[in-house]
Structures are given as C-alpha cells and as structure tokens.
C-alpha cells in the first residue's frame, strides 16, 4: 500500500491560517496517513505549531508535529510531549533543529536527532511514532557522505520507526541511498520527500542552502522559461510526476509532499500517480 502524507508550516497571520486550514480539507479528501506540522529553530514557532497540529487533529486526521532539539531544554521538551500526548498525538517528526542566530550545539542538553529519539523513548515509551530525516544527496553540514550515513544509522538505532528524506529531483540519489543504508542494516522504511516545482528562483535559493541539487538539465529548462510561470508549473508537474512514478515503481513505501502550503502542486502531481 502507498502511504501519502502532507507538510505545512505554520502561518504568522490569522488570514494565513484560515487559508491553511481550508488546504488541510481539500487534502483531507485524499486521506493521507498524516500531515506533518514544521517547527522552527530552538522552538520559534512552538505555539504556532501547536495550534495547526490542534486544528489538524480536530478536524480527524492524524498529525505529526515537528519537533528539535537544539536551543530547547529537555524540560521544555517534556512538557511539549506531554501535550501532545493530551492531544491525542501519536507520531512526531524528530530533527537537531537549525541553530538559532548566535548559539551553537555546545549551548543546548541534546545536540543532535538521535538524543532527541533517545530522550523520546525514554520518556515515553513507544507511545509515538518517530520519524527521522533522511539526506539522499548528504546533509549540508556533514563532512562526508559514508559519515552522514553512519548518523542516519545512529538515529535508526535509537530508536525511529520510519524516515522522510530531503527532496530531491534525481531518483537514483534516493535509490542509493536505500541501497546503502540497508546494506548497513537499517530495515525501517524511508519514505521520499517531494517538492513540486512552481516557482524557479525560490526553488533555487532554498535548494541551494539545503543541500538538494536541481540537475543541469531540469536548471536549464526552467531558466529558459524566464517569467512564464504557467510553463514552468507544466514542466515541473511532469519532472516531478516522472520521478514520483520511478520511485514508486522501484519501491518507495509512499510520497510525503512539501506542500508550501498549497494543495493544488501536490494534487496535481498525485492525481497523475492514481
């Protein structure tokens, strides 16, 4: 069976909220396994967080917030699980975070993704769920990739039940990927993260910072088509489409889309799969 999930991202603004909300239902008729609510560095975002992921469980459907670790004490920590808990959550995204402006790893109790598994299930049990990152194409602060996969690993041990990827627009990143860390004895299932393509320089900019590469071929095309952005939501509806289909085909458990918080990319490009 394909598993389909969603994420958002918390809204600044109530409009912004009652637009996202208005999202959720129109994929709600979809029934994803959950949608993932994102968190923003040292906590940020925490009561925003919080409040989406209350609107999403109320409305039905299962949520899954985000929640990291760097610049949040273990005692905030505890109190935002046992919230969750209160509020019928039963699957949490677990990320080392982004280091908020001027801190640095040394300055926080946990410091990296697989402390916070091990603080979970400590204080909790198997209560939740645990999904972890996962960086087909390396994370962007490793050293190396054969180190970056040895963390993934680490997080797996820990104790994580399943993992989303980065996205990513070449297939066979994530094929090797699998490939790899299987071969090290990780069995979990590691679902690939898909991002719709809608507008060029935005994608580029944020690709760029995380560490997810647009091949040449996909960068040339979308440059030529300059401001015609009717073109470049076609082209990339199909790239993405064609990708989605191969990863399907050679065995991905399921999609998880990063919706930016519209319905309408994800849609298009699932709707072509079903």
């Known amino acids: 069976m394909t598993t389909l999930s969603f994420e958002f991202f918390p809204t600044q603004t109530d409009e912004g909220t009652a637009k996202l909300l208005a999202v959720r239902d129109e994929l709600a008729a979809f029934n994803p396994e959950f949608f993932s609510v994102t968190y923003g560095a040292g906590g940020s975002t925490r009561d925003r967080t919080f409040a989406i992921v209350d609107a999403i469980q109320q409305r039905g459907i299962a949520?899954?917030?985000?929640?990291?670790?760097?610049?949040?004490?273990?005692?905030?920590?505890?109190d935002l699980l046992n919230r969750y808990k209160a509020l019928g959550i039963q699957r949490i995204v677990t990320l080392r975070g982004d280091l908020p402006s001027g801190s640095g790893l040394a300055s926080s109790e946990l410091r990296y993704a697989n402390e916070l598994v091990e603080f979970i299930r400590k204080e909790t049990g198997d209560h939740?769920?645990?999904?972890?990152?996962?960086?087909?194409?390396?994370h962007p602060q490793a050293s190396n990739f054969d180190k970056d996969l040895q963390n993934f690993v680490r997080k797996v041990k820990a104790g994580a039940d399943s993992a989303i990827t980065q996205y990513f627009f070449n297939a066979d990143s994530y094929f090797h990927f699998v490939d790899r860390v299987r071969a090290m004895g990780v069995d979990i299932p590691i679902i690939p993260g898909i991002m719709p393509i809608t507008n060029y320089s935005k994608l580029a900019r944020f690709s760029?910072?995380?560490?997810?590469?647009?091949?040449?071929?996909?960068?040339?095309?979308?440059e030529a088509y300059g401001d015609d952005s009717d073109s470049i939501v076609k082209f990339g509806e199909e790239v993405v489409t064609d990708m989605c289909r191969r990863l399907l085909d050679g065995g991905a458990p399921g999609l998880h889309f990063y919706t930016l918080n519209q319905a309408k990319p994800s849609l298009a490009v699932w709707k072509n799969l079903i």
């Open 63 to 78: 949520a899954a917030p985000h929640l990291s670790c760097v610049g949040d004490s273990t005692a905030d920590l505890r």
């Open 128 to 138: 939740f769920t645990l999904e972890v990152a996962a960086y087909p194409e390396m």
């Open 208 to 222: 760029d910072s995380c560490g997810a590469e647009i091949p040449r071929w996909i960068r040339k095309q979308l």
